[in-house]
T-cell receptor
């Protein structure tokens, strides 16, 4: 079956602009996670959804970052007033439930000029 | 708070030699442990996981890992590596109270002919 997909694969934007990154999880997976991976680092947790609600958003770095999952499937990560330090690969993962194996998408590479 | 330390940032090894990638974690509660692999220009793929039971866990591509609670370690091993094993390897931990993964910094395995 289809895995986790993320669009776009690459996004180049200018400092101060707004961006949206999309994640399509594996069908039927109730849990969805966003991570950020900077160059040479391991992925860093941002936010976790169980169904439509954010169960843990402790990893969001500041209020410029926001994520939604309105129907419990597709999720969008939104970044306002982008900064050069936001440049990274943004990873999405989904799992069948809490503590089940997380399956990762290919990521969106965000570059803020 | 949980944390993961991967003791080696780079491990060069010759083809058909054995390899061990080291991972230590810290946590005040029970943990689940994972190893993920990231091939060049690809997404994260699960190699193996420890949830409970036998402390020796076998994964894909001939890899195995041993959970050692007293030493808080989860080292990854392969008795004979191939060129195709060249990749970045990440150790990760989560607890039974939340789904987010805490990743180590990664170990770059480079297999030379």
């Amino acid at each position: 079956g289809a895995g986790v997909s993320q669009t776009p694969s690459n996004k180049v934007t200018e400092k101060g602009k707004y961006v949206e990154l999309r994640c399509d999880p594996i069908s039927g997976h109730t849990a969805l996670y966003w991570y950020r991976q900077s160059l040479g680092q391991g992925p860093e947790f941002l936010i976790y959804f169980q169904g439509t609600g954010a169960a843990d958003d402790s990893g969001l770095p500041n209020d410029r970052f926001f994520a939604v999952r309105p129907e419990g499937s597709v999720s969008t990560l939104k970044i306002q007033r982008t900064e050069r330090g936001d440049s990274a690969v943004y990873l999405c993962a989904s799992s069948a439930g809490f503590a089940d194996t997380q399956y990762f998408g290919p990521g969106t590479r965000l570059t803020v000029l | 708070a949980q944390s993961v330390t991967q003791l080696d940032s780079q491990v060069p090894v010759f083809e058909e030699a054995p390899v061990e990638l080291r991972c230590n974690y810290s946590s005040s509660v029970s943990v689940y442990l994972f190893w993920y692999v990231q091939y060049p220009n690809q997404g994260l793929q699960l190699l193996l996981k420890y949830l409970s039971g036998s402390t020796l866990v076998k994964g894909i591509n001939g890899f195995e890992a041993e959970f050692n609670k007293s030493q808080t370690s989860f080292h990854l091993r392969k008795p004979s590596v191939h060129i195709s094993d060249t990749a970045e390897y990440f150790c990760a931990v989560t607890n039974n109270q939340g789904g987010k993964l805490i990743f180590g910094q990664g170990t770059e395995l480079s297999v030379k002919p």
